[in-house]
T-cell receptor, first 111, second 113 residues
């Protein structure tokens, strides 16, 4: 059964810092990996999708990498802003488990 | 239009009521999903429809009854719910089953009294 772990569970940093969120998964037979952000009480906003054949994806200040063989993905946020404060979810897709969500990293960017 | 809409935004119902949640997308997506999310927890998959057929049912109690009348619409019928069913219910859609980017709606906040 696929398991997805996100480290750290919570993170608080000053505005302007670059930061890395980590995601690891136990079964490397995945179709894709997706990073979402969720604001309190709201739905999920897709940030980046990485197909199993890809190594990374970039969107603006965000960069996500995927290393299937080691079962790891990272989300890099450059020049963090208070508006980046949210919970970030790593979601692994594929196999008999369908979709597996990590428990999220709760990020606070201090002004 | 890259939006998934959900109605209502909030719903309060008693344990004997019957209500329905509605989800709609007009992106031509052929897979649609229902998730349940409790506070400070990740979403849990409930149901997946692919080409209007139920493809995954994650052992959800029968008091939750999904329906996919057409490729754009997904309903979740609720009956005889329990207070522990109070949660945020999220709908999502994707172009294909499992293999594509998912678009999520804003959710329905359900409170069972």
């Amino acid at each position: 059964k696929q398991e997805v772990t996100q480290i750290p569970a919570a993170l608080s940093v000053p505005e302007g810092e670059n930061l890395v969120l980590n995601c690891s998964f136990t079964d490397s037979a995945i179709y894709n990996l997706q990073w979402f952000r969720q604001d309190p009480g709201k739905g999920l906003t897709s940030l980046l999708l990485i197909q199993s054949s890809q190594r990374e994806q970039t969107s603006g200040r965000l960069n996500a990498s995927l290393d299937k063989s080691s079962g790891r993905s990272t989300l890099y946020i450059a020049a963090s802003q208070p508006g980046d404060s949210a919970t970030y979810l790593c979601v692994v897709g594929g196999g008999a488990d369908g979709l597996t969500f990590g428990k999220g990293t709760h990020l606070i960017i201090q002004p | 239009d890259t939006e998934v809409t959900q109605t209502p935004k909030h719903l309060v119902m008693g344990m004997t009521n019957k209500k329905s949640l509605k989800c709609e997308q007009h992106m031509g997506h052929r897979a649609m999903y229902w998730y349940k999310q409790k506070a400070k927890k990740p979403p849990e998959l409930m149901f997946v429809y692919s080409y209007e057929k139920l493809s995954i049912n994650e052992s959800v109690p029968s008091r939750f009854s999904p329906e996919c009348p057409n490729s754009s619409l997904l309903n979740l019928h609720l009956h005889a719910l329990q207070p522990e069913d109070s949660a945020l219910y999220l709908c999502a859609s994707s172009q294909g089953f499992l293999d594509y980017e998912q678009y999520f709606g804003p959710g329905t906040r359900l409170t069972v009294t």
